[in-house]
């Protein structure tokens, strides 16, 4: 009876380190990934489910991570917080951070992707900065949230289980960095966020969409066409800031003394988000070719949502020595440029990296 009970027990024992071995291998196959968390409406919260009022950047990542179901069941998923702010407040600091840690993770045979949660509002140019400096062909997905965690049907949850699952997928290697949010996967290059609140706000208006991931399940229809991550030439390595870029406002009227007030204020470069193809008043091109003769970069943007701008439309820029920004925003020309004053390059040199990148 006793050697019964020794036996029973023994194989108690040896059934449970079985199944723990059987665990672990199992859990083994599964992607690692690694969610960096930035704050954003995706870590807000409200006092009311019902109510607009929040406040960006409550959440930490593993309560955010524990709130979404079954996604540990797509990933063996670690979290890091690099900064818990609106995205109203991302800033260059945060951005060579996050670079550098996604470049090192990377490098490393254990991590096989990463997904970094951010606020919507300037969550394009992160992309497209990460797209510029990443130095890895494995996916790099960021995503976000309209509605704040407290919500009533908060999207955040859904968005990190859909990025996770782009992040954990083979089929991703090779895209450049992507934005997921709302079932659509978008390009770091293509991608605006183009209506202040709605959950469809990001569009690839002049590209498309790069594909679709629904509950986990990834579609993706075709590569971006411009230089990212593993093809690009920019570097980040050892840099602790970058050039002071401004972006000035067109319209009707404009004043062209904003130039010169950016250009005393130290402004190694300058976007003008013009109106239509690029364009500016007389005034503020004449200030612009003062400002190109002192060796500050002028591109020219446009503030329009949709289309390129063309080199010599309506402007020569070749005598004015201005740049195009191509299909470029505001917002993610002034990016390109900061990181293109790094290095000092020819007009043909700085106008074909807006055409590249
Ligand atoms: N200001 C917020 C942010 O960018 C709102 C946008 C959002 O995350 O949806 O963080």
Redesign the pocket.
């Known amino acids: 009876m006793k050697n019964m009970k020794t036996i029973c027990r023994n194989l108690l024992a040896v059934t449970l380190i079985v199944v723990s071995i059987i665990a672990n291998a199992q859990e083994k196959k599964l992607p690692n990934i690694v969610i960096l968390a930035t704050?954003?409406?995706?870590a807000?919260a409200g006092a009311s489910s019902t109510g607009s009022a929040y406040t960006?950047?409550q959440v930490k990542i593993e309560a955010m991570i524990d709130a979404v179901p079954n996604i540990r069941t797509l990933a063996n998923l670690k979290g890091e917080q690099i900064a818990n702010?609106?995205?109203?407040?991302?800033s260059v600091k945060v951005w060579l951070d996050l670079a550098n840690r996604i470049n090192e993770l990377l490098k490393s045979k254990d991590c096989d992707g990463v997904v970094i949660t951010?606020?919507?509002?300037?969550?394009e140019e992160t992309a497209f900065f990460l797209n510029l400096v990443i130095k890895s062909d494995k996916p790099v997905v960021l995503t976000?949230?309209?509605?704040?965690s407290t919500a009533l049907s908060a999207d955040g949850p859904l968005n990190m289980y859909n990025a996770v699952a782009l992040a954990a997928s083979p089929k991703a290697k090779g895209y450049g960095v992507m934005v997921v949010m709302n079932d659509e996967i978008h390009s770091a290059h293509a991608v605006k966020k183009m209506m202040s609140?709605p959950v469809q706000?990001f569009q690839s208006p002049d590209e498309g969409m790069i594909g679709t991931v629904i509950f986990g399940d990834v579609q993706l229809f075709h590569k971006p066409h411009s230089l990212n991550t593993t093809a690009s030439e920019f570097s980040v390595d050892g840099v602790k800031e970058l050039p002071r870029v401004d972006i000035v406002y067109g319209c009707a009227d404009m004043s062209p003394d904003l130039i010169d007030i950016m250009v005393k204020a130290g402004a190694k470069g300058i976007v003008i988000a013009g109106v239509g193809d690029g364009n500016m008043n007389a005034g503020t091109l004449e200030a612009a070719k003062k400002a190109t003769k002192a060796g500050i970069i002028v591109v020219r943007a446009t503030r329009v949502p949709i289309g390129a701008v063309l080199i010599n439309g309506e402007v020569n820029d070749k005598e004015y020595g201005t740049i195009c920004s191509d299909e470029l925003n505001p917002q993610k020309a002034r990016v390109l440029l900061m990181l293109a004053l790094l290095k000092k390059r020819s007009w043909d040199d700085m106008q074909n990296l807006f055409i590249n990148y």
């Open positions: 704050g954003g409406t995706i807000g960006s950047g702010v609106g995205s109203q407040d991302m951010h606020g919507t509002d300037t969550q976000g949230s309209m509605r704040p609140t706000t």
